[in-house]
């Protein structure tokens, strides 16, 4: 989360694990779909796209669309609250 500060963090594991992709929406874009392939060829067909409460819609939609560039790949979408 970056909130209304900059783009969000985005990260390829089940949380904040690791180092977040660089900032560069290209960069991202490619990171994520190839992430999603690789899941894909190895028998995953979901992908849970989570984001906190403060993070833009159009991020969300920008990590999704990466994400569905995979045929076949099932899409599912969660918000968290942070307290």
């Known amino acids: 989360d970056r909130g209304?500060?900059?783009p969000a963090l985005i990260y390829l594991?089940?949380?904040k694990i690791?180092?977040?992709l660089p900032d560069?929406?290209?960069a991202q874009q490619a990171a994520v779909a190839?992430?999603?392939r690789k899941g894909f060829r190895n028998g995953k067909t979901g992908v849970l796209v989570k984001a906190e409460r403060s993070v833009k819609h159009r991020e969300v939609s920008r990590v999704a669309a990466a994400a569905g560039q995979v045929e076949g790949v099932k899409l599912y979408l969660a918000v968290f609250e942070i307290k």
Do not use: C
């Open 4 to 6: 209304s500060s900059g």
């Open 13 to 15: 594991a089940d949380g």
């Open 18 to 20: 690791g180092a977040p």
């Open 24 to 26: 560069d929406p290209a």
């Open 34 to 36: 190839s992430a999603v």
